[in-house]
């Protein structure tokens, strides 16, 4: 399938999963275009409400009765399954299939500045801060990004100019069929590992990646990560590095607020370009920011626009988003769910202020899970009571070979008070019982485990 295919505005699209966040900001991205759109999801959510509303053709549950012969291309993620019922039906009727990650590919060819920022963490939210630098500065961007953001009233931002800036994952590869003329790479880090075989098998996917950067482009990635030595060896294009203290850009004169917000100087080899509030906490943050400036460079971007973007962005949900606050105790999400993520969410949690921090987290997948067991068990020095929810196993199933009960052992044998409740309402009956007016309750974990939060504070 080549990139005319994106031009042919007759064209009719099917997604398979596509109330998913990746998904529906592609459909979006069709419908504005005048594309039509069709699409599938197990069950009906905003997204779904909102693609309709759109007049998207949306079925509930995937089935082969869905798919005709008026459809001309079925995209399909990574996490599909080759005997879906509807991908099946579309090969039996020669309907051209295409993963998620290569029709992005294909959208990408038609502009010039593609910014695609990867890494094992962070890129929901470094996505969203350089979304909010190139608004700024009326770039009128295409966005797409891994979570609900304000500015753009979603996940989705369809502009009309040769910019692009979307998220780029390495799970299965997918970052490898895009096309960025800025990549950024935030960190590499042992995940994923029910598809790469160690961690250097992940290392050389992001050198792949950086390879797809053509020499007139830029490499933007953290010089205080080790494996990026490898990275930058390797690469055939302007390389920018970055780090709190080290790399072309980095950080200095920090001082963290009440709320554990950064205000520091930025500096370009020993040449201070800018002052800097932020109003999202956390260490890890100042590393983000500092990644998001950096493309704002390579952009030539002003730097009163990349100060404006970056002091505007106050969090993405589902990213350290206080959700409210109920008899004195503040609630807090955050989607973290690899161990670096969590202790990462846990010191800026530290900084904010707080009696007793009350975590709740959940585990994301049977083989996350038993993949980086003694890291979990090791992430959580850092609150007062954690307890944990049952895994969530999204795409996988349930083999016995690990469970939560199991890592609550573990990390109570290190002296950390940790249970393992089964039950969401037991979970918020627990908390009520315990929590009290100073406490911070903060619920982490990339599935549900969000609405505890929810029902705690609706009680």
Same mark, same amino acid.
């Given at each position: 399938m080549s990139f005319d295919f994106i031009k042919d505005k007759n064209k009719k699209v099917h997604f398979i999963g596509i109330g998913g966040i990746s998904m529906s900001g592609l459909a979006e991205i069709l419908l504005n275009r005048g594309f039509k759109v069709s699409g599938s999801d197990m069950k009906s959510s905003p997204i779904t409400d909102k693609l309709l509303a759109d007049n998207a053709e949306i079925y509930i549950g995937q089935k082969? +009765?869905?798919?005709?012969?008026?459809?001309?291309?079925?995209?399909?993620? %990574? %996490?599909?399954?080759?005997?879906?019922?509807?991908?099946m039906r579309a090969k039996e009727l020669n309907i051209p299939t295409m993963t998620r990650a290569e029709f992005l590919g294909n959208i990408m060819k038609g502009h010039k500045f593609n910014v695609a920022i990867s890494g094992t963490h962070g890129k929901t939210t470094t996505t969203s801060m350089v979304s909010h630098i190139c608004l700024d500065a009326n770039l009128d961007p295409t966005i797409l990004v891994g979570g609900q953001l304000d500015a753009i009233d979603g996940n989705v931002r369809p502009g009309n100019s040769d910019y692009f800036i979307t998220e780029a994952c390495e799970?299965?590869?997918?970052?490898?069929?895009?096309?960025?003329? !800025?990549?950024?790479?935030?960190?590499? +880090? %042992?995940?994923? /590992? +029910?598809?790469?075989?160690?961690?250097?098998?992940?290392?050389? %996917?992001? !050198?792949?990646?950086?390879? /797809?950067?053509p020499e007139n482009g830029f490499l933007v990635c953290c010089a205080e990560d080790e494996r990026m030595k490898n990275v930058i060896s390797k690469s055939k294009c302007n390389v920018v590095t970055y780090g709190i203290n080290i790399g072309d850009v980095t950080a200095k004169n920090i001082i963290f607020n009440k709320k554990g917000c950064a205000h520091f100087d930025v500096y370009k080899n020993n040449t201070k370009l800018l002052s800097l509030q932020l109003n999202v906490p956390g260490k890890h943050n100042i590393l983000n920011a500092l990644a998001s400036i950096c493309v704002g460079l390579t952009l030539s971007i002003p730097y009163q626009n990349i100060v404006n973007g970056l002091q505007e962005y106050k969090g993405t949900h589902r990213r350290f988003e206080i959700k409210g606050m109920k008899n004195g105790v503040t609630v807090i999400d955050d989607y973290a769910h690899h161990p670096t993520e969590i202790q990462a969410t846990l010191n800026a949690a530290k900084n904010y202020p707080h009696k007793k921090i009350f975590c709740v987290f959940q585990p994301h997948t049977y083989s996350r899970t038993i993949n980086l067991f003694k890291e979990f068990s090791e992430a959580f020095n850092d609150v007062d009571e954690l307890i944990l929810a049952d895994i969530y196993a999204a795409r996988e199933k349930d083999t016995g070979i690990v469970s939560s009960?199991? /890592?609550?052992?573990?990390?109570?044998?290190?002296?950390?008070?940790?249970?393992?409740?089964?039950?969401f309402d037991e979970i918020v009956s627990h908390l009520e019982k315990n929590l009290q007016s100073g406490d911070v309750l903060l619920t982490v974990g990339a599935g549900d485990v969000f609405k505890i939060g929810e029902m705690y504070l609706k009680n």
């Amino acid at each position: 399938m080549s990139f005319d295919f994106i031009k042919d505005k007759n064209k009719k699209v099917h997604f398979i999963g596509i109330g998913g966040i990746s998904m529906s900001g592609l459909a979006e991205i069709l419908l504005n275009r005048g594309f039509k759109v069709s699409g599938s999801d197990m069950k009906s959510s905003p997204i779904t409400d909102k693609l309709l509303a759109d007049n998207a053709e949306i079925y509930i549950g995937q089935k082969k +009765d869905n798919i005709n012969e008026d459809i001309d291309l079925v995209v399909y993620t %990574a %996490a599909i399954s080759e005997d879906n019922p509807e991908l099946m039906r579309a090969k039996e009727l020669n309907i051209p299939t295409m993963t998620r990650a290569e029709f992005l590919g294909n959208i990408m060819k038609g502009h010039k500045f593609n910014v695609a920022i990867s890494g094992t963490h962070g890129k929901t939210t470094t996505t969203s801060m350089v979304s909010h630098i190139c608004l700024d500065a009326n770039l009128d961007p295409t966005i797409l990004v891994g979570g609900q953001l304000d500015a753009i009233d979603g996940n989705v931002r369809p502009g009309n100019s040769d910019y692009f800036i979307t998220e780029a994952c390495e799970y299965k590869g997918s970052f490898l069929k895009f096309f960025p003329y !800025v990549g950024v790479i935030l960190n590499i +880090d %042992a995940d994923h /590992l +029910d598809y790469y075989k160690d961690i250097n098998d992940i290392e050389n %996917a992001f !050198v792949q990646f950086s390879k /797809l950067i053509p020499e007139n482009g830029f490499l933007v990635c953290c010089a205080e990560d080790e494996r990026m030595k490898n990275v930058i060896s390797k690469s055939k294009c302007n390389v920018v590095t970055y780090g709190i203290n080290i790399g072309d850009v980095t950080a200095k004169n920090i001082i963290f607020n009440k709320k554990g917000c950064a205000h520091f100087d930025v500096y370009k080899n020993n040449t201070k370009l800018l002052s800097l509030q932020l109003n999202v906490p956390g260490k890890h943050n100042i590393l983000n920011a500092l990644a998001s400036i950096c493309v704002g460079l390579t952009l030539s971007i002003p730097y009163q626009n990349i100060v404006n973007g970056l002091q505007e962005y106050k969090g993405t949900h589902r990213r350290f988003e206080i959700k409210g606050m109920k008899n004195g105790v503040t609630v807090i999400d955050d989607y973290a769910h690899h161990p670096t993520e969590i202790q990462a969410t846990l010191n800026a949690a530290k900084n904010y202020p707080h009696k007793k921090i009350f975590c709740v987290f959940q585990p994301h997948t049977y083989s996350r899970t038993i993949n980086l067991f003694k890291e979990f068990s090791e992430a959580f020095n850092d609150v007062d009571e954690l307890i944990l929810a049952d895994i969530y196993a999204a795409r996988e199933k349930d083999t016995g070979i690990v469970s939560s009960a199991m /890592l609550s052992n573990k990390i109570s044998s290190l002296g950390v008070n940790c249970s393992n409740i089964n039950s969401f309402d037991e979970i918020v009956s627990h908390l009520e019982k315990n929590l009290q007016s100073g406490d911070v309750l903060l619920t982490v974990g990339a599935g549900d485990v969000f609405k505890i939060g929810e029902m705690y504070l609706k009680n």
